[in-house]
T-cell receptor
Framework: GAVVSQHPSRVICKSGTSVKIECRSL??????MFWYRQFPKKSLMLMAT?????????EQGVEKDKFLINHASLTLSTLTVTSAHPEDSSFYIC???????????FGPGTRLTVL | GQNIDQPTEMTATEGAIVQINCTYQ??????LFWYQQHAGEAPTFLSY????GLEEKGRFSSFLSRSKGYSYLLLKELQMKDSASYLC?????????????FGTGTRLTVIP
């Protein structure tokens, strides 16, 4: 099946620093990738839709200047959490849409802890 | 908007059958997905329904009724490793990007 990787899997950073998370589709091209966050025992919340070569579309309430998304190629999207605060601590998950079966496949997630 | 409901928790016995229901309301329905998520891990794809009826995949089956806004995931011959959260997600073409919107998930506990 389609494989999506995320790096890093875990990151701990100090408040005020920026953290970059990479999402890669390993064996297919993804014109669209999605970024979600998930708090403990809660469902996935869509943050933004990332389209290759164009600006990301952010969901209501998500600060685009804080969560920078770049989709530079058909296999890579990055999410940068800028000036991180403890309330940004969460599980961030990306997914990539595989067009031939029109299904989203998820990466393994990145657990961010901001001290 | 989207309104997706599923039970918060369920418990079932190893070897038994369990049905997890999901109801939804959405303006631009374009498919329903079921995902399995173990604690601390990302969701894994289980099934996809876009037409009415039953889709069977080994021990897992998923059913859809578009007129009723209803789906269920059926798990047979339960195993301890099936203990996980099961997420119902609806794809909505109304957003323009065919985004997925998730229910809160059903936490299934399989007991011996």
């Amino acid at each position: 099946g389609a494989v999506v990787s995320q790096h890093p899997s875990r990151v701990i950073c100090k408040s005020g620093t920026s953290v970059k998370i990479e999402c890669r589709s390993l064996d297919f091209q993804a014109t669209t990738m999605f970024w979600y966050r998930q708090f403990p025992k809660k469902s996935l919340m869509l943050m933004a839709t990332s389209n290759e070569g164009s600006k990301a579309t952010y969901e209501q309430g998500v600060e685009k200047d804080k969560f920078l998304i770049n989709h530079a190629s058909l296999t890579l999207s990055t999410l940068t959490v800028t000036s991180a605060h403890p309330e940004d601590s969460s599980f961030y998950i990306c997914s990539a849409r595989e067009m031939t079966v029109d299904t989203q496949y998820f990466g393994p997630g990145t657990r961010l802890t901001v001290l | 908007g989207q309104n997706i409901d599923q039970p918060t928790e369920m418990t079932a016995t190893e070897g038994a059958i369990v049905q997890i229901n999901c109801t939804y309301q959405t303006s631009g329905f374009n498919g329903l997905f079921w995902y399995q998520q173990h604690a601390g891990e990302a969701p894994t794809f289980l099934s996809y329904n876009v037409l009415d009826g039953l889709e069977e995949k080994g021990r897992f089956s998923s059913f859809l009724s578009r007129s009723k806004g209803y789906s269920y995931l059926l798990l047979k011959e339960l195993q301890m490793k099936d203990s996980a959260s099961y997420l119902c997600a609806v794809r909505d073409r109304g957003t323009g990007a065919n985004n997925l919107f998730f229910g809160t998930g059903t936490r299934l506990t399989v007991i011996p």
